[in-house]
T-cell receptor, first 115, second 116 residues
Framework: AQSVTQPDIHITVSEGASLELRCNYSYGATPYLFWYVQSPGQGLQLLLKYFSGDTLVQGIKGFEAEFKRSQSSFNLRKPSVHWSDAAEYFCAVGARGGSQGNLIFGKGTKLSVKP | DAGVTQSPTHLIKTRGQQVTLRCSPKSGHDTVSWYQQALGQGPQFIFQYYEEEERQRGNFPDRFSGHQFPNYSSELNVNALLLGDSALYLC???????????????FGPGTRLLVL
């Protein structure tokens, strides 16, 4: 069955420290991959996406993610975290070809930032 | 450029009642998907509408139904509400067909439904 696993429920980092959020997926083929961020009481904002080509993708707010086919992973990274990055982060996969209504999301990782 | 909008922002209902949630897609988008996000969980796909028809459906009972209008806006209806239907309901819009199938969904702020 298709699934997305985000192993870390909650991560706390100090402001200015680096960040890596893990995402592993189970899918029959190479999926489309997404990272979304959700601030409290808000909807989801797209950070970045991988469709094809370079496996290292750049997103908004200084985030990047690397697709590793051999590890079925799509980890999100940021070299220096800002207090405003505190939020919940969701990894998602979508089917290739045609409409992608059925995005499958992980359960999310909540990021707290210490001053 | 207006993004995805949803109404109402919050809603309180009692068990057994019916509710209608509304969504207006991002300008230029023709496809609307609905997701349910329970507390502490990731969003779960309910269904998707394109050309006023339900195109895909997730694992949700028939109590969940929808509609898409000619202007691409959409409604989500839930009948016979259960306590477990309490959640944030998210609407996402996209273009149905993009070269390479590489469209992206853009989400609205959601409607928070509380069933008492």
């Amino acid at each position: 069955a298709q699934s997305v696993t985000q192993p870390d429920i909650h991560i706390t980092v100090s402001e200015g420290a680096s960040l890596e959020l893990r995402c592993n997926y189970s899918y029959g083929a190479t999926p489309y991959l997404f990272w979304y961020v959700q601030s409290p009481g808000q909807g989801l904002q797209l950070l970045l996406k991988y469709f094809s080509g370079d496996t290292l993708v750049q997103g908004i707010k200084g985030f990047e993610a690397e697709f590793k086919r051999s590890q079925s992973s799509f980890n999100l990274r940021k070299p220096s975290v800002h207090w405003s990055d505190a939020a919940e982060y969701f990894c998602a996969v979508g089917a290739r070809g045609g409409s992608q209504g059925n995005l499958i999301f992980g359960k999310g990782t909540k990021l707290s930032v210490k001053p | 450029d207006a993004g995805v909008t949803q109404s109402p922002t919050h809603l309180i209902k009692t068990r057994g009642q019916q509710v209608t949630l509304r969504c207006s897609p991002k300008s230029g988008h023709d496809t609307v998907s609905w997701y349910q996000q329970a507390l502490g969980q990731g969003p779960q796909f309910i269904f998707q509408y394109y050309e006023e028809e339900e195109r895909q459906r997730g694992n949700f009972p028939d109590r969940f139904s929808g509609h898409q209008f000619p202007n691409y806006s959409s409604e989500l209806n839930v009948n016979a509400l259960l306590l477990g239907d309490s959640a944030l309901y998210l609407c996402a819009s996209s273009l149905a067909w993009v070269a390479g199938g590489a469209e992206t969904q853009y989400f609205g702020p959601g409607t928070r439904l509380l069933v008492l």
